[in-house]
Protein backbone atom coordinates (compact mmCIF):
# COMPACT_ATOMS: atom_id res chain seq x y z
CA UNK A 1 0.00 0.00 0.00
CA UNK A 2 1.19 3.62 -0.99
CA UNK A 3 0.11 6.60 0.56
CA UNK A 4 -0.23 9.88 -0.03
CA UNK A 5 2.97 11.88 1.37
CA UNK A 6 1.20 15.13 3.07
CA UNK A 7 -0.74 14.99 6.29
CA UNK A 8 -4.45 14.05 6.38
CA UNK A 9 -6.61 17.11 7.61
CA UNK A 10 -8.56 14.72 9.86
CA UNK A 11 -8.31 11.41 10.86
CA UNK A 12 -8.86 9.03 7.97
CA UNK A 13 -7.38 5.95 5.83
CA UNK A 14 -6.11 6.49 2.89
CA UNK A 15 -3.78 5.06 0.31
CA UNK A 16 -3.42 3.24 -3.35
CA UNK A 17 -3.20 -0.40 -3.42
CA UNK A 18 -0.74 -2.35 -5.41
CA UNK A 19 -0.52 -5.40 -6.51
CA UNK A 20 1.27 -7.02 -3.42
CA UNK A 21 -1.69 -5.78 -1.49
CA UNK A 22 -4.27 -9.15 -0.57
CA UNK A 23 -7.97 -8.32 -2.26
CA UNK A 24 -8.80 -8.71 1.51
CA UNK A 25 -7.71 -5.51 2.46
CA UNK A 26 -9.32 -3.35 -0.41
CA UNK A 27 -12.53 -1.64 -0.11
CA UNK A 28 -15.97 -3.15 -1.85
CA UNK A 29 -16.66 -2.38 -5.17
CA UNK A 30 -19.58 0.22 -5.70
CA UNK A 31 -18.71 2.08 -8.68
CA UNK A 32 -19.30 0.60 -12.21
CA UNK A 33 -17.04 2.85 -13.96
CA UNK A 34 -17.50 3.98 -17.43
CA UNK A 35 -14.44 7.13 -18.86
CA UNK A 36 -17.37 9.22 -17.93
CA UNK A 37 -17.55 12.19 -15.21
CA UNK A 38 -20.30 11.24 -13.20
CA UNK A 39 -19.96 11.51 -9.19
CA UNK A 40 -22.40 9.74 -6.41
CA UNK A 41 -22.82 10.15 -2.89
CA UNK A 42 -21.88 6.61 -1.88
CA UNK A 43 -24.34 5.14 -0.34
CA UNK A 44 -22.76 1.04 -0.47
CA UNK A 45 -24.77 0.46 -2.97
CA UNK A 46 -23.01 -0.65 -6.59
CA UNK A 47 -24.05 2.13 -9.26
CA UNK A 48 -22.64 3.74 -12.46
CA UNK A 49 -20.24 6.54 -12.17
CA UNK A 50 -16.60 7.43 -11.73
CA UNK A 51 -16.06 9.01 -8.43
CA UNK A 52 -18.21 9.12 -4.55
CA UNK A 53 -17.54 11.25 -1.94
CA UNK A 54 -19.03 10.45 1.67
CA UNK A 55 -19.03 12.38 4.57
CA UNK A 56 -19.41 9.26 6.62
CA UNK A 57 -17.19 7.87 8.72
CA UNK A 58 -16.37 4.31 8.39
CA UNK A 59 -17.19 4.05 5.21
CA UNK A 60 -14.78 3.08 2.19
CA UNK A 61 -14.91 4.52 -0.90
CA UNK A 62 -12.52 4.41 -3.98
CA UNK A 63 -11.73 3.82 -7.62
CA UNK A 64 -10.03 0.75 -9.47
CA UNK A 65 -7.26 1.72 -12.20
CA UNK A 66 -5.08 0.21 -14.25
CA UNK A 67 -2.95 3.32 -15.78
CA UNK A 68 -5.41 6.11 -15.57
CA UNK A 69 -5.15 8.06 -12.50
CA UNK A 70 -6.93 7.84 -8.57
CA UNK A 71 -7.93 10.71 -7.20
CA UNK A 72 -8.10 11.26 -3.61
CA UNK A 73 -9.31 14.91 -2.02
CA UNK A 74 -10.61 14.90 1.89
CA UNK A 75 -11.11 18.36 3.53
CA UNK A 76 -13.51 19.88 6.35
CA UNK A 77 -17.24 21.53 5.58
CA UNK A 78 -18.03 24.84 7.41
CA UNK A 79 -19.78 22.17 9.85
CA UNK A 80 -17.06 20.55 10.83
CA UNK A 81 -17.77 17.32 9.11
CA UNK A 82 -15.06 15.64 6.65
CA UNK A 83 -15.91 15.42 3.28
CA UNK A 84 -13.69 13.14 1.16
CA UNK A 85 -14.17 11.73 -2.03
CA UNK A 86 -12.00 9.05 -5.02
CA UNK A 87 -12.29 9.92 -8.57
CA UNK A 88 -11.26 8.19 -11.54
CA UNK A 89 -9.48 10.15 -14.01
CA UNK A 90 -8.24 8.45 -17.21
CA UNK A 91 -7.88 11.15 -20.19
CA UNK A 92 -11.57 11.04 -21.01
CA UNK A 93 -12.30 11.60 -17.10
CA UNK A 94 -9.78 14.86 -16.94
CA UNK A 95 -10.90 16.31 -20.03
CA UNK A 96 -14.71 15.60 -19.75
CA UNK A 97 -14.57 14.20 -23.27
CA UNK A 98 -17.72 11.96 -24.18
CA UNK A 99 -19.50 13.39 -20.93
CA UNK A 100 -19.66 17.38 -22.04
CA UNK A 101 -21.68 18.29 -19.09
CA UNK A 102 -20.93 21.36 -17.45
CA UNK A 103 -18.10 22.22 -15.30
CA UNK A 104 -15.39 20.37 -17.27
CA UNK A 105 -13.21 17.00 -16.06
CA UNK A 106 -13.97 14.97 -13.15
CA UNK A 107 -11.43 16.30 -11.25
CA UNK A 108 -13.47 19.99 -11.58
CA UNK A 109 -16.68 18.40 -10.86
CA UNK A 110 -15.49 17.00 -7.87
CA UNK A 111 -14.25 19.75 -6.50
CA UNK A 112 -17.72 21.96 -7.20
CA UNK A 113 -18.99 19.27 -4.87
CA UNK A 114 -16.97 20.17 -1.94
CA UNK A 115 -17.44 23.66 -2.97
CA UNK A 116 -21.20 23.41 -3.36
CA UNK A 117 -21.51 21.72 0.33
CA UNK A 118 -19.40 25.20 1.18
CA UNK A 119 -15.46 23.99 1.29
CA UNK A 120 -13.21 26.16 0.62
CA UNK A 121 -10.62 25.04 -2.30
CA UNK A 122 -7.47 25.91 -0.29
CA UNK A 123 -8.51 23.76 2.65
CA UNK A 124 -8.66 20.19 0.42
CA UNK A 125 -5.98 17.98 0.66
CA UNK A 126 -5.43 16.06 -2.61
CA UNK A 127 -2.93 13.56 -4.17
CA UNK A 128 -2.87 11.40 -7.87
CA UNK A 129 -2.05 8.05 -7.45
CA UNK A 130 0.02 5.52 -9.93
CA UNK A 131 -0.67 6.35 -13.52
CA UNK A 132 0.59 6.05 -17.01
CA UNK A 133 2.48 8.72 -16.64
CA UNK A 134 4.17 11.04 -19.39
CA UNK A 135 7.48 8.31 -19.89
CA UNK A 136 4.90 5.75 -21.45
CA UNK A 137 1.12 7.81 -22.12
CA UNK A 138 1.22 8.19 -25.99
CA UNK A 139 -1.31 9.55 -27.21
CA UNK A 140 -3.57 10.54 -30.43
CA UNK A 141 -4.27 14.25 -31.30
CA UNK A 142 -7.73 13.83 -30.30
CA UNK A 143 -6.67 12.88 -27.09
CA UNK A 144 -4.42 16.24 -26.78
CA UNK A 145 -7.41 18.25 -28.60
CA UNK A 146 -9.35 17.41 -25.92
CA UNK A 147 -7.08 18.42 -23.35
CA UNK A 148 -6.58 21.77 -24.80
CA UNK A 149 -10.33 22.56 -24.30
CA UNK A 150 -9.54 23.12 -20.65
CA UNK A 151 -9.08 26.39 -19.34
CA UNK A 152 -5.85 25.09 -17.63
CA UNK A 153 -3.95 23.55 -20.62
CA UNK A 154 -0.37 24.29 -21.16
CA UNK A 155 1.35 23.09 -24.57
CA UNK A 156 4.20 21.61 -21.96
CA UNK A 157 2.32 18.88 -20.97
CA UNK A 158 2.60 17.44 -23.97
CA UNK A 159 5.75 16.14 -24.73
CA UNK A 160 7.07 13.79 -28.44
CA UNK A 161 7.87 10.87 -27.41
CA UNK A 162 10.53 8.44 -29.30
CA UNK A 163 8.03 7.37 -32.33
CA UNK A 164 7.51 11.57 -32.82
CA UNK A 165 4.16 10.78 -31.89
CA UNK A 166 2.33 13.08 -28.42
CA UNK A 167 2.58 11.84 -24.52
CA UNK A 168 0.53 13.53 -22.49
CA UNK A 169 1.68 14.20 -18.61
CA UNK A 170 -2.10 13.30 -16.95
CA UNK A 171 -1.18 14.14 -13.30
CA UNK A 172 0.85 17.65 -14.54
CA UNK A 173 -2.54 18.14 -16.25
CA UNK A 174 -5.05 17.36 -13.40
CA UNK A 175 -2.28 19.56 -11.21
CA UNK A 176 -2.96 22.59 -13.76
CA UNK A 177 -6.49 22.02 -12.76
CA UNK A 178 -5.96 21.62 -9.13
CA UNK A 179 -4.51 25.06 -8.84
CA UNK A 180 -6.72 26.83 -11.66
CA UNK A 181 -9.56 25.63 -8.85
CA UNK A 182 -7.37 27.21 -6.25
CA UNK A 183 -6.14 23.66 -4.33
CA UNK A 184 -2.99 24.75 -2.22
CA UNK A 185 0.10 22.85 -3.43
CA UNK A 186 1.54 22.45 -0.26
CA UNK A 187 -1.73 19.90 0.66
CA UNK A 188 -0.76 17.62 -2.34
CA UNK A 189 0.71 14.50 -1.92
CA UNK A 190 0.78 12.57 -5.19
CA UNK A 191 2.35 9.70 -5.56
CA UNK A 192 4.46 9.93 -8.98
CA UNK A 193 4.78 6.24 -10.06
CA UNK A 194 4.52 4.89 -13.63
CA UNK A 195 2.06 1.97 -13.80
CA UNK A 196 4.03 0.66 -16.99
CA UNK A 197 7.58 1.24 -16.03
CA UNK A 198 6.68 -0.63 -12.35
CA UNK A 199 5.56 -4.04 -13.51
CA UNK A 200 7.03 -5.26 -9.91
CA UNK A 201 4.55 -3.38 -8.08
CA UNK A 202 1.53 -2.13 -10.39
CA UNK A 203 -0.42 -3.73 -13.02
CA UNK A 204 -1.01 -1.83 -16.25
CA UNK A 205 -3.63 -2.05 -19.03
CA UNK A 206 -1.37 -0.69 -21.53
CA UNK A 207 1.23 -3.31 -20.72
CA UNK A 208 -1.09 -5.94 -21.47
CA UNK A 209 -2.74 -6.78 -17.70
CA UNK A 210 -6.64 -6.61 -19.04
CA UNK A 211 -7.40 -7.52 -15.40
CA UNK A 212 -5.55 -6.64 -12.56
CA UNK A 213 -6.43 -3.21 -11.28
CA UNK A 214 -5.06 -1.19 -7.55
CA UNK A 215 -7.47 0.96 -5.61
CA UNK A 216 -7.23 4.57 -4.36
CA UNK A 217 -9.45 4.42 -2.09
CA UNK A 218 -10.19 6.92 1.18
CA UNK A 219 -12.18 6.29 4.56
CA UNK A 220 -13.10 8.90 7.12
CA UNK A 221 -11.53 7.52 10.92
ZN1 LIG B 1 6.66 4.98 -17.57
Request: aromatic content about 8%; proline content about 10%.
Amino acid sequence: MLTPDVPPPFPLSWGFSTRLDPPEALPPRRLNQVHRCGIVEASGALVEGDGSWTTSPGLRIGVRVADCVPVLLAGPLPDGRPWVAALHAGWRGATGHGDPGPGGGILRRGVARYLALGGTAENLVWAFGPAILACHFEVGEEVIAAARQDPAWQEGLRTRGPSGRSHLDLHGFLRAQALDLGLDPSREGSVALCTVCRPDLLYSYRRGETTGRQWGWIEIG
